[in-house]
């Protein structure tokens, strides 16, 4: 009984992101065939639903440009659908070593639809966070949510983000 309760509050939490599931278990399934195909050892993957109030919160802290070219003398706008959130859909993937990460970023760089890309391996940022996130086109129609991220990290770089100088202090207190 108390497992279904833990389902229904995780889904609860997440109901606003429609076949949020459907699309991660496809994208989980997509990046393990890249894995094994390429004999690419990974450490850890996993992946997450952004909470509601998570994705409100940043919701009213972005803006997005009129033009996809990004130009700095393009008018920027609000955006004013959820769904355009760049990360309510996210996937971890954390290598051993840079070679592995750079094979599996590779694959990802040819089979997605990239929107965005920032490289902080090679310009880590202050506080040494060091990792590369991906933004690339939801292909499945299923699901409303219009980008999904995906972050690479090399072992050490990923345990210095949790732990380390280039951790980021969030608060879970709304969850109980």
């Known amino acids: 009984m108390r497992l279904y309760l833990f389902i229904f509050n995780i889904n609860f939490l997440n109901a606003f992101v ?12 997509n990046f393990n065939e890249i894995l094994i195909n390429n004999n690419l ?5 996993s992946s997450r639903i952004k909470s509601f109030s998570s994705a409100n919160e940043k919701l009213n802290r972005i803006i997005t440009p009129k033009e996809p070219t990004f130009p700095s003398n393009v008018k920027h706008d609000k955006i004013n659908d959820i769904y355009f959130v760049p990360d309510l859909i996210g996937f971890r993937f954390v290598f051993y070593d840079k070679l592995d ?11 997605k ?32 949510v219009k980008q999904l991220e995906c972050q690479l990290y090399i072992i050490d770089d990923y345990y210095n983000s949790i732990y380390g100088n280039a951790k980021n202090t969030k608060n879970y207190s709304y969850f109980y």
Do not use: W
């Open 18 to 29: 429609t076949n949020a599931n459907i699309v991660i278990i496809k994208e989980i399934i």
């Open 41 to 45: 050892v990974c450490h850890l993957q």
């Open 101 to 111: 990460l750079l094979k599996f970023y590779h694959h990802i760089m040819h089979t």
């Open 113 to 144: 639809k990239i929107m965005y890309s920032k490289n902080y391996i090679n310009e880590p940022k202050d506080n040494g966070y060091s990792a590369i996130h991906i933004r690339y086109k939801n292909e499945y129609p299923e699901c409303p």
